[in-house]
């Protein structure tokens, strides 16, 4: 008897060591590979640190809406130029491929979906048989109104159909103490009780998933409603869509379109890496008003300018950014408008264009009181303004002035806004990604770079 007691325990034993994780007792946690952040195509990293954020020089004028603080940043990374034409149009056409694609599959599912298990359904992304006689009908919903055909005798797209649809979570809004699921007792009897509530009218954390519908054509109408008695009309028919501005800065976009872009760009990069099976990377976003201005100073903390000097000219007399020079001689720089991105010498960091060619969208709303409360530590003052809001309460910071600006708004410390709903010629965007730990090769520690 003892030695079947004795044969119970051993095999009790073996069985129980069999189905624990290796390590000898230790504590050695669950043995994931390690993860390795990979450089986005077009972007540089931009290394963590903390700069004086604000104007540089005694601003008497407006003291009160541009102070001195310092703030410190984190590691991100940074698109090394403006969005463009050409890299903004493969949104606009991922846009309008998806809706061609979706009215074919719902005419023909079996050709136009494939499935991935048993709830998920994707668009199968062939080529979009716009010349197929067989879809014309189906495909001629995104077009303008039967037998309109405009100029030269062709069909036109209708460009007001041309909707994103997507999602974001309002972390904000969660993360508020009367918004947290109220849970004081987790059992059997409480899981199904009343304990089970959100706070402030909160029924359910699907409230904080926040459903927007974009339209992502560009307004291309913005180089004329943007001045008065101006003769800017072919730029109009032009800018966006002639080969020869493709690698121009894309505007006319409003910061939702802004917005929406980072989150279309997001779901390319993840969608591709989930089909590799390699984790997904962090999102792509617009950045906050304090990365824009820290990446934009090149590690020259001091200086008013991103090539790290006082002065807007080399030792040439030759200016040194796209903007509006002299009295209103805008020629003079090298540039009418917008010119070619990286036209101009990079700042320290190795970006292009942070001072001229166009104004850029940040994440941040524009408060003049925001450098008083928002905090030092990866400043970040934001407000998600509703189509009901006030103007005042739409205000979106822009940062690093344009072709038709003065000089003064090329500082790295000048500030002013744009409304978030709206679209101009002067003004466009660049992305940034923070950055996750650790670069391939890179042992030291995760911010530390």
């Not at 640190?49 to 310092?70: C, I, N, R, W, Y």
């Not at 010349?131 to 209708?158: S, V």
Request: aromatic share 16%; net charge negative.
């Amino acid at each position: 008897m003892r030695k079947l007691l004795l044969g119970c325990v051993l095999l009790t034993t073996v069985l129980i060591t069999s189905c624990s994780p290796a390590g000898n007792g230790e504590l050695v946690g669950t043995g994931r590979e390690p993860f390795f952040q990979e450089d986005p195509f077009g972007m540089l990293f931009i290394p963590l640190g903390s700069f004086h954020m604000g104007p540089s020089d005694q601003e008497v004028t407006f003291a009160l809406a541009s102070q001195k603080k310092v703030v410190s940043i984190q590691s991100f990374y940074m698109d090394e130029t403006e969005i463009t034409n050409d890299e903004y149009r493969q949104f606009v056409y991922h846009v309008r491929d998806s809706l061609a694609l979706t009215i074919l599959a719902e005419d023909e599912p079996d050709k136009f979906f494939y499935d991935e298990g048993e709830f998920a359904q994707r668009l199968n992304w062939r080529r979009v048989p716009w010349e197929n006689e067989d879809y014309a009908e189906l495909l001629g919903q995104l077009y303008y109104g039967e037998n309109d055909e405009r100029f030269y005798k062709r069909a036109q797209l209708d460009a007001r159909k041309f909707n994103f649809e997507y999602w974001w979570i309002d972390f904000k809004t969660a993360s508020g103490k009367v918004n947290r699921f109220n849970h004081p007792n987790i059992d059997e009897a409480s899981a199904s009780s009343e304990s089970w509530k959100y706070g402030e009218g909160i029924t359910d954390r699907s409230e904080f998933i926040k459903r927007e519908v974009i339209n992502v054509y560009p307004d291309t109408l913005s180089w004329v409603h943007d001045f008065t008695y101006s003769w800017n009309e072919p730029m109009t028919q032009m800018y966006f869509w002639h080969p020869v501005y493709d690698h121009y800065p894309v505007v006319g976009v409003s910061w939702k379109q802004a917005t929406a872009f980072c989150i279309w760009r997001t779901h390319l990069m993840n969608d591709f890496r989930n089909s590799r099976g390699k984790v997904i990377v962090n999102d792509f976003r617009l950045p906050t008003e304090a990365e824009w201005e820290y990446a934009s100073r090149g590690n020259f903390d001091q200086s008013p300018y991103p090539w790290g000097g006082p002065y807007i000219r080399n030792r040439r007399g030759c200016f040194l950014g796209n903007f509006k020079p002299l009295r209103g001689n805008y020629v003079d720089d090298g540039g009418m408008h917008t010119i070619v991105v990286a036209h101009y010498w990079p700042n320290g960091f190795g970006l292009y264009d942070m001072a001229g060619n166009v104004s850029e969208w940040t994440a941040n709303s524009y408060e003049e009181a925001a450098y008083n409360f928002a905090h030092d530590y990866n400043m970040d003052y934001r407000y998600e303004a509703t189509d009901n809001d006030p103007p005042v309460l739409k205000r979106k910071v822009i940062r690093g002035g344009s072709w038709k600006d003065i000089g003064y708004y090329m500082q790295t410390g000048a500030r002013t806004y744009e409304y978030q709903d709206t679209a101009k010629c002067y003004v466009g965007y660049r992305c940034v990604e923070t950055y996750l730990g650790r670069k391939k090769g890179d042992t030291r520690d995760s911010q530390v770079y």
